[in-house]
């Protein structure tokens, strides 16, 4: 494919084969994805950051070219355990995690339980904790959190997103902050590992996990991750679209609180969820600049 040029890897975890690139030496820096995307993610940031890092992106079980069994476990605590077998097994320390949508989610909750791995922090519009951890028990979830509730009824939420592919097609589109970024080209590569409706289990059940009512088993994971990241000293380096629909910018404080050894946040007003998309170059001098300072 035109814009991915890398050397595909893959590892055995749980008898289900796990796509990862694994491009450069030195210190190792951990990419982790979202949903509805997979490791092509971050294809603009991996030919810069491999002359002198280690730049390893894994896709999730179920994501990107990882198999995709349709009786599989895509709890993002199974997911949580397969990505701790694949750190183990590839020997992975003093790592610098770079983190984004449920990546985040599940990278920050295996942060917390190994924090001597972890050198540093990369984060780009995703949670690792939730309101609770610092206020009293109110939890709102964000509007769009509320606009995919239908997602979780059954049947209707295998006909739009098995069926139509509507994460891919309609609710990845409208997460951008000018949808002309969105090339066709790019539309392309995000959909190619994703072509029918078994491609897709993994995505359905992703997104029914998103913690719309605190009893969500995922809004528990969140309140238990950000009572374990509380107060760590570890470097961190924030990044956010500004207009992002899914994760509030209302966030960064709580992030900058829960992580005090944070660098100035880096803001993009034109940028929404998939900002590395929309401000590459941006984010890349940003990284780069970081993991030099």
Request: charged letters at 20%.
């Amino acid at each position: 494919m035109g814009d991915f040029k890398f050397n595909s890897k893959f590892i055995e975890i749980e008898g289900n084969n796990i796509h990862y690139l694994d491009e450069g030496n030195g210190e190792v820096l951990l990419m982790l994805h979202g949903n509805p995307t997979w490791c092509y993610l971050y294809r603009h940031f991996i030919p810069e950051l491999s002359l002198d890092y280690r730049c390893i992106a894994p896709d999730f079980l179920g994501f990107g070219w990882s198999d995709k069994p349709v009786g599989a476990d895509y709890s993002l605590q199974a997911q949580l355990k397969r990505l701790t077998i694949f750190i183990e097994r590839l020997e992975l320390a003093e790592i610098t995690l770079i983190i984004h949508d449920i990546g985040g989610i599940i990278g920050l909750s295996w942060a917390a339980e190994h924090k001597h791995l972890v050198k540093r922090l990369v984060i780009l519009n995703t949670s690792g904790s939730v309101p609770a951890v610092w206020y009293d028990n109110r939890y709102l979830p964000p509007w769009s959190y509320l606009v995919l509730w239908p997602l979780r009824i059954p049947g209707v939420g295998e006909l739009l997103v098995q069926g139509f592919n509507i994460l891919q097609r309609m609710v990845m589109p409208l997460a951008f902050a000018d949808q002309r970024v969105f090339t066709r080209e790019a539309r392309r590569g995000f959909r190619l590992p994703y072509r029918c409706k078994a491609d897709r289990v993994a995505q359905l059940s992703t997104v029914r996990q998103i913690p719309i009512l605190k009893s969500d088993p995922v809004y528990h994971m969140l309140l238990k991750t950000g009572q374990r990241l509380k107060g760590w000293q570890v470097p961190t380096q924030i990044i956010w679209g500004m207009k992002d629909p899914a994760f509030s910018p209302k966030l960064i404080k709580d992030l900058e609180r829960l992580l005090p050894n944070h660098r100035p946040t880096l803001r993009l007003p034109g940028a929404g969820h998939f900002l590395m998309e929309e401000q590459p170059t941006a984010i890349l001098e940003k990284i780069k600049e970081f993991l030099t300072d």
